[in-house]
């Protein structure tokens, strides 16, 4: 059985379409991300989820127990949904200590006072923030309210933890290892999580299944290795990781390897692979976009052969530490290319390109 | 109030039950409704009253028809016309006088290296929150045309032939008036100045022009909004205030709209459907008055606040420093210190006489207003009661309305924020006669006892505290009651453990608001209080008006005592200042 499920929930705030007839499950343990730009409706999902939003239409079941049905008109009040909840801006209660604020829902469940302090200071200890708890919550860094938070929201044993940007608000260094410490706890726990964010690095870092949203609907969903390969539309391509666009029309497919080649202006010929999702809407002659991660072109010694092999000129050239970005021109079209920043270029800056049929999308 | 209980398992999710129709009504919901109800019934149903009995000819209840005589006879009558162009031209006055105070006041503590500028800051707010009525009847006093202490001191000590001052002339009336409606202006303005981009005056500095020629050209114009949009609060103040006129015009026989319908309601046969046309009338005055300040609200667009947090550059004044220096110690010596020095020495004495005379001084008046006279003990204990029980009423009761407008999305919210800022701009006077109408003839006994005063000062001061929560509320986040929520705490639980912890500082500041109104409002008490229900300003008024001056003086000395007492201890209490930046 699911750990939620969402069954075409659609939300309007007044003119606004927040949300169009959303479906989506989780299984037990799984860490699923709502991965979305803003206003794509990834936080209105999450607080329906939560209880702090009431859809027009459709069905929530969290864990076997349905919470919201918009038909017959019951919605479970949060409180009694059974949840753990991390806030972007953590919402640590700043009348209160650390230990009031972890123990917090426990209190509301009446949990006996010593059996409550056992376990918040339980798991204070498990996010590491053993002895803080007669602090005042104030009086404490970025880092350590986002623990309290986090501690919070798990001191319930809740089946199903959400998290809504729970990172956004730490800086660079602190969120890359909050982001593993986060994974590891939550597969030792093996609690359900949905997290929210608009950082496509961390969605692809932290999941199990990302489903990306896009004007109140959901766009692919998939594994991170999915999404980032195996993009289904422009907007995949875009939103996860960097790309160059090149428009034009389907010269030839084949159907066998999916593999069509398309002409752009200027005469550009490239190939590169239909998704199979696409395979039906795409023939010679209609009009499609390739898009290539700026990682896939390589810079080749000599003349590179057909297929995908052009001649170029370097436009620009920036150091970045760990690589250099180009930015080529190619038979009048313009690319940013990624390459190992020791590799040596021709002094004219004349150089040759190539990039697998397999490693360039053709959408349409 | 319908919630079901235990839901069903999912296992059939095809065959949803049909049973389970009853759509759930919150808590929440139950509540916001009920305050609504209750806010149309305090609010709006007087003032439609009012409007229907002002074409009514007689009382509610009583057999009457719709007619327009009430406004014709109001406007056939020479006096009413006099009183009607008196109170515009006495409170246009105090207005252009309360601003020629206020500003350079406020510019001199915020903008100058003015000695003592931090003190001032804290004294000019002191006006405030004292009764301008008890202010006036010190006046009287300190500028009798015949016994007065300041001729006095000019005719005696300072030599001159006559006696300099008389505070029953139109300049006295509004020399008061703006001496304690400035600091209105006063809060605003620098409040303005303080907010402004300091850049705006660095750039003007930078490009060639002195530190007085920025504060001409660019300070105070960028300040404009705030000047205006105060001047005309200080004019419905002025306008729609009873207390002033009351003790200064009515010896002088200078009435005004307020003074009028007071004292055509105070003798018999009292003149009921007069005054509810007259209510109408200045109701309309002060209507404009607010429409004329949203177009300047939604017009000051140049007000810029800073975001950076920097100090705005002070004027260095050099030797003028003396001259803002003494502006700033007259002001408090005007409305502070000479009007209460002269308050305490009269409580002192056994009868009202001017010499110096410690050996006669005694404590014997404030034991006399304090245990042995029942009118003045019966008054303050209704004050009190009054005061703490209606403010704490009152504050919770806005910290509903609040919450309802500002984290729901109930269709009645946006009918909440309007009833709840509507009494704003009715006039103390307009209002007390339209709950006169409303109540007097109504089956339930509620006119003529202290509920009826209860009922009034939270009718009328509910903007005061409505302010005050939805102020706070706006700086608490959303998701601290969310998080709260979802971890298992009720909407009953959020509120009580952390909205109202939470809330605690600004509920303190509006309750003190609310408490300081109620124990020195007039207007209201005076038009609607009974013998049984009299309260402190009424008893102030009434030994006024029979010349009981050293009990007097005691009995005022108590109330602002009283006042400060409230300021001292809720500060205390709510420990202000703690924690309301937080967000």
Redesign the interface.
């Known amino acids: 059985?699911d750990a939620i499920?969402i069954?075409r929930i659609s939300k309007t705030f007044g003119e606004v379409t927040a949300l169009h007839n959303v479906s989506l499950t989780a299984a037990p343990g799984e860490f699923v991300t709502l991965l979305g730009p803003s206003g794509c409706g990834k936080t209105t999902t999450l607080r329906a989820l939560?209880?702090?939003e009431r859809p027009d239409s459709g069905?929530i079941?969290i864990d076997?127990?349905?919470?919201s049905?918009a038909?017959?008109?019951?919605?479970?009040?949060?409180?009694?949904?059974?949840?753990?909840?991390v806030?972007?801006?953590y919402?640590i209660?700043?009348?209160m200590t650390v230990f009031q604020n972890v123990a917090?829902?426990l209190k509301?469940?009446g949990v006996a006072k010593a059996d409550m302090r056992a376990r918040a200071e339980q798991i204070l200890e498990l996010v590491g923030l053993a002895g803080l708890g007669p602090r005042p919550a104030?009086n404490l860094s970025g880092g350590q309210q986002q623990r309290v938070a986090l501690a919070?929201?798990l001191v319930?044993e809740p089946r199903v933890l959400?998290l809504d940007e729970p990172l956004s608000n730490l800086d660079a260094k602190l969120r890359e290892r909050m982001r593993l410490e986060l994974k590891q706890l939550q597969k030792r726990l093996g609690v359900t999580a949905v997290y929210v964010t608009h950082d496509q690095a961390e969605a692809l870092a932290l999941s199990d299944r990302i489903i990306l949203m896009n004007g109140g609907r959901i766009v692919q969903q998939g594994t991170s290795r999915d999404i980032y390969r195996e993009p289904q539309s422009r907007f995949v391509v875009d939103f996860v990781g960097q790309a160059n666009f090149v428009e034009g029309t389907i010269v030839s497919f084949d159907r066998q390897t999916g593999i069509a080649e398309l002409r752009g202006a200027n005469g550009f010929q490239i190939k590169g692979r239909i998704p199979d999702a696409l395979s039906r809407k795409i023939a010679a002659g209609s009009p499609a976009t390739a898009a290539l991660r700026p990682e896939e072109i390589h810079i080749v010694d000599g003349e590179a052969q057909a297929p995908n092999g052009w001649q170029a000129k370097v436009a620009s050239d920036l150091f970045l530490g760990n690589m250099r970005e180009l930015t080529i021109e190619a038979v009048g079209h313009v690319f940013r290319v990624q390459i190992p920043s020791e590799q040596r270029l021709p002094p004219d800056g004349i150089i040759w390109l190539n990039a697998a049929p397999a490693a360039v999308c053709i959408l349409a | 109030m319908s919630r079901i209980e235990a839901p069903p398992d999912v296992a059939s999710i095809g065959a949803r039950r049909r049973s389970r129709r009853a759509r759930t009504v919150s808590v929440e919901a139950a509540v916001c409704w009920t305050a609504t109800a209750v806010l149309l019934w305090l609010v709006l149903y007087p003032l439609i009253v009012l409007l229907i009995g002002s074409i009514r000819s007689d009382l509610p209840m009583r057999p009457s028809e719709f007619t327009l005589a009430n406004f014709r006879t109001l406007f056939a009558d020479q006096a009413n016309l006099r009183a009607i162009l008196n109170t515009v031209v006495s409170s246009a006055l105090a207005t252009a006088l309360a601003v020629a105070i206020g500003v350079p006041l406020a510019w001199m503590t915020s903008r100058t290296d003015t000695p003592g500028r931090r003190f001032f800051d804290n004294a000019f707010v002191i006006p405030y929150y004292l009764s301008p009525f008890i202010g006036a009847i010190a006046w009287t006093m300190l500028a009798n045309p015949r016994i007065g202490f300041l001729n006095s001191l000019f005719t005696d000590v300072l030599g001159f032939e006559a006696n300099p001052f008389n505070i029953y002339s139109l300049p006295g009336l509004v020399f008061v008036m703006a001496l304690y409606y400035s600091p209105i202006v006063f809060l605003l303005v620098a409040g303005a100045l303080r907010s402004m981009d300091p850049s705006l005056e660095e750039a003007s500095r930078v490009h060639g022009v002195g530190a007085l020629g920025t504060t001409l050209r660019v300070t105070l114009p960028v300040v404009t909004p705030a000047v205006s949009s105060s001047a005309l609060l200080v004019f419905l103040n002025a306008a729609g205030q009873l207390g002033i006129p009351a003790v200064i015009g009515i010896p002088m026989h200078y009435d005004v709209i307020t003074t009028r319908i007071w004292v055509g309601l105070g003798y018999f046969p009292p003149k009921y459907t007069e005054a509810a046309a007259f209510a109408m009338v200045l109701l309309g005055l002060s209507t404009l008055i607010v429409l004329l300040q949203h177009r300047i609200m939604a017009r000051k667009s140049y007000a810029t606040v800073t975001g950076k947090g920097l100090r705005p550059g002070l004027v260095q004044l050099g030797p003028l420093r003396a001259v803002t220096f003494t502006a700033c110690v007259l002001y408090v010596l005007l409305s502070i210190v000479l009007p209460y020095s002269v308050l305490v020495f009269i409580s002192l004495q056994p009868y009202l006489s001017f010499e110096f005379d410690p050996a006669s001084w005694s404590l014997g008046r404030y034991a006399e207003v304090l245990f042995n006279n029942p009118l003045t003990v019966r008054a303050t204990i209704n004050s009190l009661i009054l005061g703490i029980g209606g403010a704490t009423l009152t504050i919770f009761f806005s910290l509903v309305i609040s919450y309802a407008s500002l984290r729901t999305r109930l269709k009645s919210r946006h009918i909440l924020d309007y009833l709840a800022t509507l009494p704003a701009g009715v006039p103390a006077v307009v209002f007390a006669v339209a709950l006169l109408w409303a109540y007097i003839y109504l089956p339930v006994p509620i006119y003529g006892t202290i509920w009826m005063l209860l009922i009034a000062y939270i009718a009328h001061y509910i903007p005061f505290g409505v302010r005050a929560t939805s102020s706070g509320l706006l700086q608490v986040s959303t998701e601290l009651e969310e998080s709260s929520r979802v971890h298992g705490e009720s909407w009953f639980g959020t509120m009580r453990r952390i909205v109202v912890p939470l809330l605690k500082p600004a509920m303190t500041v509006g309750w003190i608001l609310l408490f300081v109104e109620f124990i020195r409002s007039l207007s209201l008490s005076i038009l609607l209080y009974s013998p049984d229900s009299v309260v402190m300003p009424v008893v102030i008024y009434e030994l006024y008006e029979t010349g009981a001056y050293p009990a007097l003086a005691a009995f005022s000395v108590l109330q602002t005592l009283l006042i400060f007492a409230a300021i001292y201890a809720a500060r205390k209490i709510g420990r202000v200042d703690s924690f309301m930046q937080l967000k």
């Open positions: 059985m499920t069954d939560a209880g702090l069905r079941v076997g127990r349905e919470v049905c038909e017959t008109g019951y919605f479970m009040p949060p409180e009694r949904r059974g949840l753990g909840m806030f972007q801006s919402a209660w700043p009348h917090y829902p509301a469940k104030t919070r929201s319930g959400l």
